[in-house]
């Protein structure tokens, strides 16, 4: 059984330049939050999606935007990158189903993707 | 509103010793809450979670955690350091809204440092 996967494990980018973060989530699970994790500092809850839609949203700009796919993939896209950007974003899968939300929806993380920008 | 707090960034501990790991939260709601591990550039791992079934929650690893509602804590503790504890630890605190919607909100995180 796979975990959460997430792709590329390490990119590094160009300020103004955009990226797209990928992430895959485990068996079983129809529900992915991405989180930003700067260094020294907690993670951050950027948004959720469930069912192909943004559920929530943290306090991020709009340059941070995602899409979620039928088969409950989703993707992190960040424009006009800054320098504050850099960051480890994590991907977090859970389950929305009933059975599951009575034990808490436990959020299983992915290894992150490791984002230098320069 | 919900939010925790992980008291102490950095703890250090003999190998063999005591580990205590403090965290209080806040919460509208009784919350579900978790303990995860970091090790260095790696993603978060799932020690334990409580979700009201007992007070006394035992996780991976020989860690387990308390939840005292009258104290609003969540301390993590395991009785004996071993070297490979010696990563970052964050307590979480989870809300549940209607749709299934999950609010998860992170400590700070505590450091552990095991000293031979």
């Known amino acids: 059984d796979a975990g959460v996967t997430q792709s590329p494990t390490h990119l590094i980018k160009t300020r103004g330049q955009q990226v797209t973060l990928r992430c895959s989530p485990k068996?079983?699970?129809?529900?992915v939050s991405w989180y930003q994790q700067a260094l020294g500092q907690g993670p951050q809850f950027i948004f959720q999606?469930?069912?192909?839609?943004?559920?929530q949203r943290g306090n991020f700009p709009d340059r941070f935007s995602g899409h979620q796919f039928p088969n409950y993939s989703s993707e992190l896209n960040v424009n006009a990158l800054l320098l504050g950007d850099s960051a480890l974003f994590l991907c977090?899968?859970?389950?929305?189903?009933?059975?599951?939300?009575?034990?808490?929806?436990?959020?299983?993380f992915g290894e992150g993707s490791w984002l230098t920008v320069v | 509103a919900q939010s925790v707090t992980q008291l102490g960034s950095h703890v250090s501990v003999s190998e063999g010793a005591l580990v205590l790991l403090r965290c209080n939260y806040s919460?509208?709601?009784?919350?579900?809450l978790f303990w995860y591990v970091q090790y260095p550039n790696q993603g978060l791992q799932l020690l334990l979670k409580?979700?009201?079934?007992?007070?006394l929650v035992k996780g991976i690893n020989g860690f387990e955690a308390e939840f005292k509602k009258s104290e609003t804590s969540f301390h993590l503790t395991k009785p004996s350091a071993h070297m490979s504890d010696a990563a970052e630890y964050f307590c979480?605190?989870?809300?549940?809204?209607?749709?299934?919607?999950?609010?998860?909100?992170f400590g700070t995180g505590t450091k552990l440092q095991v000293i031979p």
């Open positions: 977090a899968s859970s389950s929305n189903s009933i059975r599951d939300r009575g034990t808490g929806n436990t959020i299983y």
């Open positions: 919460s509208s709601v009784p919350p579900y």
């Open positions: 979480a605190v989870s809300l549940l809204f209607s749709g299934g919607y999950q609010k998860v909100t």
């Open positions: 068996s079983g699970h129809d529900t």
């Open positions: 999606y469930y069912e192909e839609e943004e559920r």
């Open positions: 409580y979700t009201s079934a007992a007070t």
